[in-house]
């Protein structure tokens, strides 16, 4: 495994974000003389991604749950590796933007909605559920990570942070289905400041408290102590520039 990798699924934990805007609806008033209406016109959508070099980002609210409802999901892509600098692509999947919309199966997502769940035993068929299904980017790997973990990374922002993170209270956390545009901005703020301060992510004392939550606050495909086996050759260091390139732009 190349350590390009391992940085890659080292950051990814600090890039939990989302974005949502309302799809916006004309009233369009009846003509005096019938009119045919051409459907909607959207750009044809190509993978921008290598798979070998992607990883799906899935946030939801309680892993502890039978089934975890998903409050965002994220592609996340190591770019370059150059001039001692990474390069990060992040191609929000859920919750959809009015920018990010190509096909008219996504528009229901945009406005409030059912809870989409998913099966924690089964990850691989996260893949398979809508909106997530309709893209046509693809990944090697899938890592699952819940409120508490997430609400951990945050923390690990401040200084004098000392685990465990509290449980984040109820309603910290938008839910896209309900509020999809207030949990865009939500999750952009918390992208923000992840993007521009990644490097308590590479303090060995929280890197032990995150793989410590593999199996309950954070699941993955890679295989048992995966996420471990990889932070121990990692080359991300403090103080190395990161830069981040978000899709739709926030």
């Known amino acids: 495994m190349t350590r390009a990798k391992s940085c890659l699924v080292l950051f990814i934990l600090s890039v939990i974000a989302g974005a ?24 044809v959508p190509t993978s921008s991604t290598d798979p070998d070099r992607t990883v799906l ?9 039978p089934n975890p409802a998903i409050e965002g999901v994220w592609i996340v ?36 909605h059912p809870k989409i769940r998913i099966d924690p035993d089964d990850l691989h068929a996260v893949g ?4 997530i299904s309709f893209s046509y980017d693809r990944w090697s790997q899938i890592i699952v990570l819940d409120e508490i973990a997430i609400n951990t990374i945050i923390m690990m922002q401040n200084l004098n942070f000392r685990p465990p993170a509290p449980t984040p209270v109820q309603g910290a956390f938008l839910e896209p289905w ?23 992510l590479s ?5 032990n408290i995150l793989t410590a939550m593999e199996g309950t606050h954070i699941r993955s495909t890679l295989p048992a102590g995966g996420l471990r086996s ?12 990161v830069t981040c390139s978000q899709s739709p732009s926030p």
């Open 230 to 241: 990889l932070w121990q050759v990692i080359n991300y260091l403090p103080g190395k520039q």
């Open 57 to 65: 980002v899935v946030g939801v609210d309680n892993l502890e749950y």
């Open 178 to 200: 309900i509020d999809p545009e207030g949990t865009f901005q939500q999750h952009k703020r918390i992208l923000t400041i992840l993007c521009e301060n990644p490097t308590p």
């Open 128 to 131: 398979d559920l809508a909106p």
């Open 20 to 43: 949502i805007a309302g799809f916006y609806l004309v009233e369009i008033m009846e003509p005096p003389v019938p009119t045919v209406t051409p459907a909607p016109s959207f750009p």
């Open 203 to 207: 303090d060995p004392a929280n890197i």
């Open 77 to 112: 892509s190591l770019l370059d590796n150059a001039d001692g600098m990474l390069h990060l692509k992040l191609i929000t999947l859920y919750p959809v933007v009015e920018a990010s919309v190509t096909s008219t199966r996504q528009i229901p997502y945009t406005h409030p």
